[in-house]
């Protein structure tokens, strides 16, 4: 007696075992059904996210207005903490976010460009630039630079698109002979000419180009905003516009009030000519119509015409008359010409061109190569503003940096550790992003102490869409919930061989779906004639007609979604798999159908900040794109982990799942073995709620004429509970209850249903 009552505790042992999903879920979820047969159904259940609202920061103050329409910048920035901590939490780089704005910033250039032959490349180096074929971005973005690098982006890509790259190769011999001669009346050499002309003509095609976008895309103008925000506005520069620093009659002082002419603090009338250079360029506050580069650079040279007739002739000392007046040695003069011509062929091969003090040549000291002031009738006008030693340099500087951008200098973006840019190659090869879910779904949020009510929300969550594995991400342990090196190859992989063997048997049945028949019908009143019965014709037959019917079968698609959460572990996972290769291994023997294959998970961005799950949903194969032999390489790799986000996953899938068209069946085969269920940052997903909105995605895949297949697995002692009635609510009458030691039977169903009519 005492070893029968032994033996019914140790099978009820078994079966609350078994309902116990590793993250507590689906006690949980009973839990709550039984409080709610003990509670009026009016009465709100607990929701753990209010008290975390209640004690959490809200949202950052967003840094790049222009994208956050439609990134959620925010991603990993807020604090979740119940309790203060005394560390705070160190972010590290978010390489799911940062794959995204890489695919963004390509999706915007291939946009305003129209091209789609522009390559965006990213690099692990810092610098950003243009070697006329292709945008080079540095690789760290985030939600602080991500706008003034799209800006960047998409100035670079549009110079592709529209500079004539091969006459700026050709710039020292477009230049008018005469150019040359009138700036050598002022002490500046061939070079010193290039280098000018060059600058100016950057200058104006960056505007005409910038203009275009303006004019084609102006929502994109905001981006680059940003990006002169960034690389030219700053209070410095405002501050030395405002000053009487660069007012002498030199090229220093042209080229830095030139660079600041869309500066909203600009003075025009603190060098002469500096209002005629302004209308060359603009008309009414905007860029005149330019076409081409050749218009900009006729432009560029009308301005320095303008400067070469007011910049201070240099002055002569006894060493610089005898380099830079008519007498010139002419052995200097051969080398300054060597030089010029030394320097064109290092600029080619992207070599930075050599000073004639590096060359060795002699020139003039930097006292005597000093401009002159302008003299007391050209005076600029007095200013208030002083600049200190220290702001005199830092405005040294910012010029530096203007005139490294105007100049296609490379500039300084971020840069990302070899592992961290190792992991966004990874997921960006992986096509990972993000697709809002959940928004239909009602979350008590803050509490509110004058209405003693909490406040409710519609926020939803994001989840985690990967459209195809690779062995990077298993070899990077991109998403530990789900995938895992395999480090001991000893592990029973029977399920692989098994359903191979399997998935044989059942393609050499289905082979029938990929072959055709033609059946004749005789005797009928029209269609082609039957000759053997035209002899009948005349006697009173006149059905002499026949017609050919070809039977076959439609193509098909089937996408089949496991549950791959903790609970799903063991016996489960193996023979739920064994079915999955089953099917995946028949449809590689026929012609006329595919199979894409999805787990679903969750995968936690920072460990060490609460809050920071998100669903996860991940195609591990699809038929149309990949060999089968990808199922026995990575499927072992694929473990179950993480909780059972169901309906969030489904309606991620929504924007790429194949609808039934009238060449095409399309099923959707279900594979889980609980309630849904998902704790995020301030959203919760559980009990009916998270019933309903299943149900919703579910239904939406039948608008879609997709027929939906969903098994619930589980054991002998599952059969009769409490989940089989909700299990049906969510998918259909249809749902059907697997013990997990014949789930191979899925494999026998679902052949069944490719072979109907």
């Not at 978010?94 to 995204?100: E, V």
């Not at 209308?279 to 006729?298: C, M, P, Q, R, Y």
């Amino acid at each position: 007696m005492i070893g029968q009552k032994n033996k019914e505790f140790e099978k009820k042992s078994k079966k609350v075992k078994k309902t116990l999903d590793t993250y507590g879920q689906k006690a949980l979820y009973l839990g709550m059904k039984n409080k709610e047969k003990r509670m009026d159904s009016k009465i709100k259940h607990f929701n753990p996210m209010a008290l975390r609202e209640k004690y959490s920061i809200g949202s950052e103050k967003r840094t790049n207005p222009f994208s956050s329409f439609w990134a959620d910048n925010d991603w990993n920035t807020r604090r979740t903490d119940i309790i203060d901590v005394d560390e705070p939490v160190k972010k590290g780089v978010d390489h799911i976010q940062l794959a995204q704005y890489r695919r963004a910033i390509s999706n915007f250039v291939n946009i305003v460009t129209g091209r789609s032959d522009i390559p965006v490349q990213f690099q692990s180096r810092d610098s950003s630039y243009t070697d006329g074929k292709k945008v080079m971005i540095g690789s760290k973005i985030d939600e602080k630079n991500f706008d003034p690098v799209v800006g960047l982006a998409l100035h670079e890509g549009s110079h592709i698109k529209l500079s004539d790259f091969e006459f700026l190769k050709n710039l020292e011999n477009n230049i008018p002979q005469e150019i040359y001669i009138d700036a050598e009346k002022i002490g500046y050499s061939r070079f010193d000419v290039r280098d000018h002309v060059k600058s100016l003509l950057n200058y104006v095609e960056d505007r005409r180009i910038d203009w275009y976008v303006f004019s084609t895309s102006p929502g994109y103008k905001g981006y680059y905003q940003s990006m002169y925000d960034k690389y030219f506005h700053s209070a410095i520069i405002d501050k030395g516009i405002k000053s009487n620093e660069y007012t002498n009659l030199d090229w220093d002082s042209y080229i830095f009030r030139i660079l600041n002419l869309t500066n909203k603090t600009r003075r025009l009338d603190v060098l002469p000519g500096l209002d005629k250079i302004y209308n060359l360029i603009f008309s009414n506050g905007k860029v005149k119509t330019l076409t081409s580069t050749e218009d900009a650079f006729n432009v560029a040279l009308d301005v320095y015409g303008v400067i070469l007739d007011n910049v201070a002739i240099l002055p002569q000392t006894a060493e610089g008359n005898k380099m830079m007046n008519d007498e010139l040695d002419s052995e200097i003069a051969q080398a300054l010409q060597d030089l010029d011509t030394e320097n064109y062929h290092r600029e080619r091969n992207g070599l930075e061109p050599m000073t004639p003090e590096e060359a060795g040549i002699p020139m003039p000291s930097s006292e005597d190569m000093l401009p002159e002031q302008a003299d007391s009738s050209g005076n600029p006008p007095a200013s208030d503003v002083e600049l200190t030693e220290k702001q005199i340099k830092q405005l040294q500087n910012a010029l530096d940096k203007q005139q490294k951008f105007n100049d296609g200098k490379p500039v300084k973006t971020g840069k990302l550790t070899k592992k961290d840019a190792a992991m966004v190659k990874t997921m960006e090869d992986a096509g990972v992003e993000t697709v809002s879910a959940g928004t239909s779904i009602e979350q008590q949020g803050s509490y509110d102490y004058h209405t003693g009510e909490y406040q409710t929300s519609y926020k939803g969550i994001e989840v985690i869409y990967v459209k195809k594995l690779t062995q990077s991400m298993i070899d990077d342990s991109a998403f530990p919930y789900l995938l895992r090196q395999r480090y001991d190859w000893s592990e029973p992989t029977t399920w692989l061989t098994e359903g191979i063997a399997l998935g044989t048997k059942l393609g050499r049945k289905l082979q029938v779906r990929g072959e055709s028949r033609d059946l004749k019908w005789n005797r009928l009143d029209a269609g082609r004639i039957d000759k053997r019965l035209i002899a009948e014709l005349g006697f009173g037959n006149e059905r002499v007609f026949q017609t050919t019917f070809t039977e076959s079968y439609a193509d098909a698609f089937l996408h089949i979604s496991v549950d791959a959460s903790g609970s799903m572990s063991g016996s489960k996972w193996h023979n739920t798999m064994k079915s999955v290769v089953a099917i995946c291994k028949a449809v590689d023997m026929i012609s006329n159908v595919d199979v894409a294959v999805s787990f679903r998970s969750t995968h936690t961005s920072n460990r060490r900040s609460y809050g920071s799950e998100h669903p996860l949903v991940l195609v591990g194969y699809d038929s149309r794109v990949d060999k089968f032999n990808k199922v026995k390489k990575m499927f072992p790799s694929i473990y179950p982990g993480g909780t059972t986000p169901e309906g969030l996953c489904f309606e991620a899938l929504l924007k790429d799942i194949v609808p039934t068209s009238n060449d095409r069946d399309s099923y959707f085969l279900n594979l889980s073995d609980g309630m849904p269920m998902f704790s995020g940052k301030d959203f919760s997903y559980y009990n009916e709620n998270a019933i309903n909105h299943t149900k919703a995605q579910v239904n939406e895949f039948r608008k879609m004429g997709i027929k939906v297949l969903s098994y619930f697995v589980g054991d002998s002692n599952y059969n009769d509970n409490s989940y089989m009635g909700d299990f049906k609510k969510m998918y259909g009458k249809d749902a059907e209850f697997i013990n997990l030691d014949n789930v191979t039977q899925i494999s026998k169903t679902m052949n069944a249903k490719f072979l109907e009519k």
